[in-house]
């Protein structure tokens, strides 16, 4: 994708700040981090995919080692930790390039993650979103 601003990252057109690299994935410092003390990294497959769904089985496997190596480091220097995946705009998505954000924590340190309200579900929409979904699964 000759537009797309992490394939341009991967193929060393924009200057990063490296964390962990390897031949399917690569990790690098978020330039907005969300935690005030830094340290907000965004973990990439090298291969384009716009969403988490398109990803080969086997780039899967390699960014979760990728995300279980940095997360390991990040939680030796961290409070806690999120892993975020956003996919498509209403999600939050804004670079169209699969990607992980790996956000160190810190007591009150004033990201709000979980913005949502928990609901409940009415009676009966719980199994009707149940099977919902299974049918789409068996569809896929």
Excluded at 89 to 101: E, I
Excluded at 128 to 134: D, E, T, W
Aim: net charge neutral; glycine share 6%.
């Amino acid at each position: 994708m000759k537009e797309c601003i992490f394939c341009k990252m991967v193929h060393g057109e924009i200057n990063i700040k490296k964390i962990y690299e390897d031949e399917k994935t690569l990790a690098f410092l978020d330039l907005a981090p969300a935690s005030p003390k830094g340290g907000h990294i965004l973990v990439i497959p090298k291969k384009h995919y716009k969403l988490i769904y398109e990803m080969s089985q086997e780039d899967s496997n390699a960014i979760m080692e990728t995300i279980k190596k940095v997360s390991k480091a990040i939680l030796n220097w961290s409070e806690g930790l999120n892993v975020l995946q956003n996919n498509g705009h209403v999600s939050g998505q804004a670079v169209f390039h699969a990607h992980f954000h790996l956000i160190p924590r810190f007591e009150n340190d004033g990201i709000e993650i979980e913005k949502w309200s928990p609901r409940n579900y009415k009676d009966g929409e719980m199994t009707k979103i149940q099977q919902q979904i299974k049918t789409l699964l068996k569809e896929s």
